[in-house]
């Protein structure tokens, strides 16, 4: 494979408009048909897709790869409608310029937001295409699904809303019709949409449901495909047990193919192979190390968001959690990745990318780097904040700024920045994804403090992070547990408790091979306490 550099648009916006749109030239007759350069190999899996539904949907594209699109013009009004002889003509005309428009946007598109923008539009004329149909036309439901799917699949790029009742009524028709597929399509989307804006305990609640729909398909491609953003929200919520089993689940599937399913990023399984890491490592399983070798390896070659995603992956999440060190050989490998996705114009990936550097430089010891990655994380928020984008990393992103300003000795302002957003990852389930960290900090900041009150804070939280229901053998919360109360029996002063912690705490480190906590327990050693 070859990295391509525009992201992963350049897969995702084909491959859903090529799976669905043949869908509905199957539905027409043949003189009927319009013209589309649909691969043969497209057409033949959703022909597989689709075999045996009830829909009728089994039939793929009919033209070949070197057919042009027919450019028809769409009157801007329509006096009576199509008649009852014509309809079926008329819609595949309207659809067919309305597919034309999406690829001129691709093409004349500057910016990556601008494809997104064109993608939508055309999407949402194709629904009003389809809804002004007949109610008695054979074709009708067919030809609404299509676009609907479409505007909830692409949600998570264009900040529609496509939540009540316009996905309600999308999930209606796919029951009617017995579309298994579009549904797990929009739904997939829809997951990852919920996540990204900061609604992590419904996505993973859909994601769960979502899961259970792709496997119930049984087509590998979907299987490897869609669920890599149900990993996402389940690393957000904690649940690690589900994206060690889902992660396995892709991977198996993909059976060493590198672009199976890529329609979403350029590699879902340099993606799942990362993710497998994380839970590896966040359960105290072993592999986790050649995981991280492993998928960082697969993306280097691959599109710019997947790439962005498993740096994000590896470094982002591991270093925050405390299993790598922010060493040199990181930052190398981010701003890497950074380079790549600013090349790229992907917003997403650039996202990711800046997000991840902002952490490593955070946790690095000069002054001069965490200087830089205070900058960093501040146009990050700045960025999360004003599209609303993004929304589940901003917690972490306000925790370790927060920290920043503590250092300079601002932990009057700091504290409730970190407090609101620990709240946050409890309001929304991440108190085991980012909330191991980030209650890290929060308890650091206000045992730095001392005051009597935030000695009883910090207890508070400590025990809030230790109740929280969480899979069996979750060592990553059981790391940090012992670091903070370590932490908290040295501020009050009880010296015996202090020493037992410490100890179990460096032992696990170095037993798990935790580099950034092995660090964090010799620095414990190292002063003396």
């Given amino acids: 494979m070859t990295r391509h550099d525009n992201g992963d648009l350049g897969?995702?916006?084909?491959w859903l408009r090529e799976q669905l749109s043949?869908?509905?030239s199957s539905r027409l007759s043949s003189t009927d048909q319009f013209t589309h350069p649909w691969t043969e190999?497209?057409?033949?899996r959703q022909a597989h897709l689709t075999k045996g539904q009830t829909n009728g949907f089994g039939c793929g594209a009919t033209s070949s790869n070197n057919t042009r699109h027919q450019w028809l013009p769409l009157p801007d009004h329509r006096p009576q409608g199509p008649t009852r002889t014509n309809r079926k003509s008329w819609a595949g005309q309207q659809l067919t310029h309305t597919h034309s428009l999406a690829d001129q946007d691709q093409t004349t598109a500057t910016t990556q937001s601008g494809l997104i923008r064109g993608s939508r539009?055309?999407?949402?004329?194709?629904q009003r295409i389809a809804d002004a149909l007949p109610a008695e036309d054979p074709n009708r439901t067919a030809m609404r699904i299509t676009p609907r799917t479409m505007l909830c699949g692409i949600a998570w790029r264009t900040q529609m809303n496509v939540a009540g009742d316009r996905f309600e009524e999308l999930r209606e028709l796919c029951a009617a019709a017995g579309d298994k597929v579009s549904l797990a399509i929009a739904m997939a989307g829809l997951v990852l949409d919920r996540t990204l804006h900061g609604r992590v305990r419904e996505a993973s609640q859909l994601a769960s449901e979502t899961w259970i729909l792709v496997e119930s398909i049984g087509d590998a491609t979907l299987t490897v495909g869609l669920p890599v953003p149900m990993l996402y929200t389940k690393a957000h919520s904690g649940e690690w047990c589900d994206v060690l089993r889902w992660s396995q689940r892709l991977i198996d599937m993909a059976d060493g193919d590198p672009s199976k399913g890529n329609f979403m990023v350029g590699c879902p399984l340099a993606l799942a192979v990362a993710a497998r890491a994380a839970a590896r490592?966040?359960?105290g399983r072993p592999g986790w190390r050649d995981?991280?070798?492993h998928g960082l390896a697969m993306s280097r070659s691959t599109d710019a968001m997947s790439y962005a995603t498993v740096v994000a992956w590896v470094y982002g999440a591991g270093i925050s959690l405390g299993v790598l060190a922010a060493d040199d050989r990181a930052l190398c490998e981010i701003e890497d990745a950074l380079q790549v996705a600013e090349r790229s114009g992907d917003d997403v990936a650039l996202s990711n990318a800046r997000m991840t550097l902002g952490v490593a430089l955070a946790h690095r010891q000069e002054t001069a780097d965490r200087d830089r990655g205070q900058q960093v994380l501040a146009k990050v928020s700045q960025v999360l904040r004003r599209p609303g984008y993004n929304l589940c990393d901003l917690p972490i992103v306000e925790v370790y700024l927060a920290r920043e300003s503590a250092r300079r000795g601002e932990s009057d302002v700091a504290i409730p920045l970190m407090r609101a957003a620990v709240d946050q990852m409890v309001r929304e389930g991440q108190l085991l994804g980012w909330g191991p960290p980030a209650t890290g900090v929060l308890v650091e900041t206000l045992l730095e403090r001392g005051t009597e009150n935030d000695r009883a804070?910090?207890?508070?939280?400590?025990?809030?992070?230790?109740?929280?229901?969480?899979?069996?053998?979750?060592?990553?919360?059981d790391i940090w547990l012992l670091r903070l109360r370590a932490l908290l029996a040295r501020a009050r002063g009880d010296d015996a408790a202090y020493r037992d912690y410490r100890d179990r705490y460096r032992a696990m480190a170095e037993s798990l091979g935790f580099e950034g906590h092995t660090a964090m327990a010799e620095a414990l050693i190292d002063g003396g306490e």
């Fill in 121 to 126: 539009l055309s999407w949402e004329r194709a």
């Fill in 22 to 24: 043949s869908r509905l």
């Fill in 281 to 283: 490592y966040c359960l």
């Fill in 11 to 14: 897969l995702w916006f084909p």
């Fill in 41 to 44: 190999d497209l057409a033949s």
């Fill in 457 to 477: 804070e910090a207890e508070a939280a400590i025990e809030r992070l230790a109740a929280a229901p969480a899979d069996d053998g979750l060592v990553i919360r």
């Fill in 291 to 293: 995981d991280l070798r």
